[in-house]
């Protein structure tokens, strides 16, 4: 009887543990070349063509910005109002769970959905991959200086 566990061991780590996948490096350094190699011009009068070429400058599926205060929002997909919205009450559900949440990170199908409130503004990014927190800010502050350098409230 112990070779048959053995063998039924050996069966279902086979099984189980199918996902033998690594990353693609060459792929990553093709991508790390081109992105490096190549500007992005961000210009637009608009803060939807802003936000658009933001969003292909950092690779990411959407961006959209809401600001807390004056209920304004930018945004780079269509329906950034009610998603700003619907992200705000999810930020706010987790801010009175867990006091100290900067950041809050989910998957939804096969995109990543960050939220992000920073200095009066909350900031929804769609992307095929989690950014970090660091990266978040960098594109909020990136956002931030574009928006006031066009006189974009």
């Given at each position: 009887m112990p070779g048959l566990g053995y063998f039924f061991a050996r069966f279902a780590s086979k099984v189980l543990a199918f996902d033998h996948t690594s990353l693609p490096e060459q792929q990553f350094a093709i991508i790390h070349d081109m992105i490096a190699n190549q500007t992005v011009?961000?210009?637009?009068?608009?803060?939807?063509e802003l936000l658009g070429c933001l969003k292909r400058k950092h690779l990411v599926n959407s961006i959209t910005v809401r600001r807390m205060k004056a209920g304004l929002v930018f945004s780079s997909s269509g329906n950034g109002m009610q998603e700003s919205q619907n992200a705000l009450d999810i930020m706010e559900f987790v801010k009175r769970?867990?006091?100290?949440?900067?950041?809050?990170?989910?998957?939804?199908?096969r995109e990543?959905?960050?939220?992000?409130?920073?200095?009066?503004?909350?900031?929804?990014?769609?992307?095929?991959s989690a950014l970090s927190t660091l990266e978040l800010r960098a594109l909020a502050r990136e956002i931030e200086s574009v928006l006031k350098k066009k006189a974009v409230s």
């Open positions: 011009p961000v210009k637009g009068k608009e803060a939807s769970s867990f006091s100290s949440t900067d950041v809050v990170t989910m998957r939804a199908g990543w959905v960050m939220l992000m409130p920073i200095q009066g503004s909350f900031y929804l990014v769609k992307a095929n």
